[in-house]
Structure formats: structure tokens, C-alpha cells
């Protein structure tokens, strides 16, 4: 089960849910290589929710943008 903040969680265009994970170096900045996936959202408490790759991978450890 992986968890991310809730914070993290955006609307697709069709209403999914998905989270955008940093691929490159955070330090970049505005520059830093993201990509969105695709999730699945399951519970959520305390300010984090339980989520399940549908399109594209997550794994644990992977840095989410949160409040972007």
C-alpha cells in the first residue's frame, strides 16, 4: 500500500485522480522532469490517502508535488 499527502492528489481533465511525481532534481526547480500518474484513491486520514497506480508507476520513495 503506498500513501501520499492529500495534498498531492490533482483532477485530470476527465476527473481522475492522479499525482505528479519528480523525476529529476527537485533543486531544479520549475525545471525539475515531472510526470503525472494515474491513481486510484482508496482511504484516506490524517492528511494522507492511500493510492493505487492505474496509468503509469509509483513506488515508494517516489517524491509527489504537493500544492502545486
Do not use: F, S
Not at 6 to 29: F, M, Q, S, Y
Amino acid at each position: 500500500m503506498l500513501y501520499v499527502p492529500l495534498a498531492a492528489i490533482t483532477a485530470g481533465p476527465g476527473g481522475e485522480a492522479r499525482v505528479e511525481v519528480v523525476d529529476g532534481d527537485p533543486k531544479d526547480g520549475a525545471d525539475a522532469k515531472t510526470r503525472l500518474v494515474v491513481v486510484e484513491t482508496g482511504l484516506a486520514a490524517a492528511g494522507a490517502v492511500e493510492v493505487t497506480a492505474v496509468d503509469g508507476d509509483l513506488e515508494e520513495g517516489d517524491l509527489v508535488v504537493v500544492g502545486r
